[in-house]
């Protein structure tokens, strides 16, 4: 009986030792990523007047990729990417909203990960970093085009980010993996109207980025 008990000790230590994370482990993960902004509204000036227009970003969701270095079993750095994201801008005046424009972005992010001790297959995780956003085809619909607005630029960001996580461990280096992370980007967006009137506004739009993905560990 004594030999049984100490053999199912020594065979959970062992799984214990196999499901933690080492030195030199890399955890590439893929699954499906969200961007979700700020529902916040930015006002739209008009040769430096408030307008009373308002601009808002939707929601987006793509193809998110990141790779994970382990310098150790608690320790790590990881790097973000995805597809490009592609978000409606929406004009509000009033009550009233139309489709005003919409941009694509790159947003990756370099972050230190703290995974806490667990001993078991699941492997919760903090995370802090940088991000560096960069905004590409922006563009007004035909509607606005035909309207006289044109030059659309958004500028690109710099900020941080926050992240709670967790990889759950499914045998043979497979696991799973959810995350929640709250990245700073704001960006000036600059037009015209007319050729003739500037327009300005400075959008905050600080998504909530949440992602379910599959990782393979080597």
Known sequence: M??????IALLSSLSTVALANQAGDILVRGGLTSVNPDSDKAAVFLDGADSGLQLSVDDNAQLG????YFYDSNWAVELLAATPFSHDIKLHAGADKTLLADTKHLPPTLSALYYFDTDSALKPYVGAGINYTVFFDNSFTDTYSGAGFSDLDLDNSFGFSLQVGADYDLGDNWSVNASARYIDI????????????NGAASVDINPMVYSVMLGYKF
């Open 186 to 197: 704001s960006t000036d967006a600059s037009f015209k109207v007319a050729g003739v009137v």
């Open 65 to 68: 990729l990141n790779v994970v």
């Open 2 to 7: 004594k030999k049984t008990l100490l053999t």
